[in-house]
């Protein structure tokens, strides 16, 4: 319910901007957290990708570390997040609760590769 009149918006307005924007919030973060996982698992485990991944695993020197970044699902969920991180901070128009990306962009990067990683544990091996 909003009561407001031109220039003047009520309490009751306010607290129901503020319930939308946090839903708003809750589902941008859900679906960029499913976004992480769903890449690190394409890139690091899927089917669909294992020749090209082969392939450059094979090309690589033993002991590599981008050999071992393509075989390691927590490695590679913290580069995948730092990508969706930094695009979260400039295409969202949702407000940044520091407000400073030196902040923000790693702090959501790092809790989106956590939560890659929780829910790794969770999926069985293929």
């Known amino acids: ?5 031109v220039g003047v918006v009520t309490y009751a307005g306010a607290i129901e901007l503020h319930m939308l924007i946090s839903v708003a919030g809750l589902i941008e973060v859900v679906v960029l957290l499913l976004f992480v996982a769903r890449v690190t ?6 089917e669909i990708t294992r020749r090209p991944r082969e392939a450059i695993v094979r090309r690589l020197p033993d002991g590599s570390p981008v050999a071992y970044l393509l075989m390691c699902r927590w490695c590679m969920s913290v580069w995948v997040a730092a990508s969706a991180a930094a695009g979260w901070w400039h295409l969202s128009y949702l407000p940044r609760w520091s407000g400073y ?23 069985p091996e293929a």
């Open 101 to 123: 990306w030196w902040v923000d962009m790693p702090s959501v990067a790092l809790a989106l590769s956590y939560a890659t990683g929780l829910l790794v544990r969770a999926e």
């Open 1 to 5: 319910m909003v009561v407001a009149t």
């Open 41 to 46: 698992r394409l890139v690091v485990a899927d």
